[in-house]
């Protein structure tokens, strides 16, 4: 499907510097973006949606730079990043509003991840060459913090710390065309709702993708108004925004040990093990007593890339988690958008 004609839309080029985290990518646009309105970053994001906060995003300069970088030829259908803007205070280094394909956002783990590694990287947060610096990052779900750890000189994993994640249903049946499964949802900065993909008759592995992705976009349509997916303090954050399928793992030493793949938005697939989607496990194995204070979750993705996952201590609001992965920088662009191009800011295959 092509983009709309965006001539005259887009002020200047635009620049970025991409990352990989865990295989999953993450384009940080650090210039040519025009102003977005609000007073904080969520309410950036309920700008960048239009009336009413959902649905399609609002056209105009603003979007334009997310299809130019989400389509191709520039970005592909797989494609995620983060607009950086300011905090919205001077507690935060920085703001961002997360993109994909469809739109924007509310979490991501492997972007803040890849968020801490970048502002240390790029100096914007002064850090020591052994040990490690904390990066505070408004997002729309609230302040989320990126641990980075440093040795020699070089940047060797970053701690991601996310909002309170909380259970709000545990064994919820849902009927899909493979049977009636039960899925645990919780709340993690976005919505998931999680389910063994043994249940479904498949297991996580690249082969049967086209199959896992159909069974996350029919789970996720099928919670579409679900009291579980309401978010108990913002309306904004509710509906299920990833469908994680997995797999059991033999336990570590640490603890338990699970394979996964979330299936996000509208039909997208983190190569990562998925850093929101990480907290939000976590919080359902310690309802369901299966991790305590001390252990570690080790958190495979569909291609074999590992986040580890650990409790951090209750809050009023849920449980504070931490979820540990690379990232690590592949690239620094500068892109331009002819306004002769027939194809305008790209194209969508899946």
Not at 175 to 183: A, D, I, K, L, Q
Request: aromatic share 4%.
């Amino acid at each position: 499907m092509a983009g709309q004609d965006p001539r005259g839309a887009l002020p200047g080029p635009v620049e970025a510097v991409d990352y990989h985290c865990a295989g999953e990518p993450f384009r940080i646009v650090t210039a040519g973006l025009p102003a977005v309105p609000g007073d904080s970053v969520a309410e950036r994001r309920a700008f960048a949606l239009g009336p009413g906060g959902a649905g399609t995003p609002r056209p105009g300069p603003l979007d334009t730079v997310r299809q130019l970088l989400s389509r191709e030829p520039r970005g592909h259908a797989g494609m995620y990043g983060g607009l950086v803007v300011p905090p919205d205070d001077e507690g935060a280094h920085l703001g961002v509003l997360f993109w994909h394909k469809d739109g924007y956002s509310t979490a991501c783990g492997h972007g803040t991840i890849a968020l801490g590694a970048w502002a240390v990287d790029s100096g914007l947060v002064p850090a020591p060459a052994d040990g490690r610096v904390a990066v505070r990052i408004d997002v729309p779900s609230g302040r989320v913090t990126a641990t980075v750890h440093r040795t020699a000189g070089r940047t060797t994993a970053v701690t991601f710390h996310s909002v309170p994640a909380l259970v709000t249903a545990a064994k919820l049946p849902v009927t899909t065309s493979r049977g009636t499964v039960e899925v645990s949802v919780a709340h993690a900065g976005a919505c998931y709702a999680a389910v063994p993909a043994a249940a479904l008759g498949l297991a996580v592995t690249p082969a049967l993708l086209p199959e896992l992705t159909a069974a996350g976009r029919e789970i996720r349509a099928a919670l579409a108004g679900a009291d579980a997916t309401r978010h108990p303090g913002d309306p904004r954050l509710s509906g299920v925004y990833g469908v994680i399928l997995f797999d059991e793992l033999p336990d570590t030493p640490a603890g338990p040990a699970q394979r996964n793949v979330t299936v996000f938005a509208d039909g997208q697939i983190d190569r990562s093990p998925c850093g929101s989607g990480t907290s939000a496990r976590l919080a359902v194995l310690a309802a369901e007593g299966r991790i305590a204070p001390g252990e570690e979750l080790r958190h495979e993705s569909v291609i074999g890339t590992v986040f580890t996952g650990r409790l951090a201590g209750d809050h009023p609001d849920g449980l504070l988690t931490e979820v540990t992965g690379t990232a690590h920088r592949t690239g620094e662009h500068r892109f331009l958008l002819d306004p002769y191009d027939s194809l305008g800011t790209g194209f969508l295959l899946p």
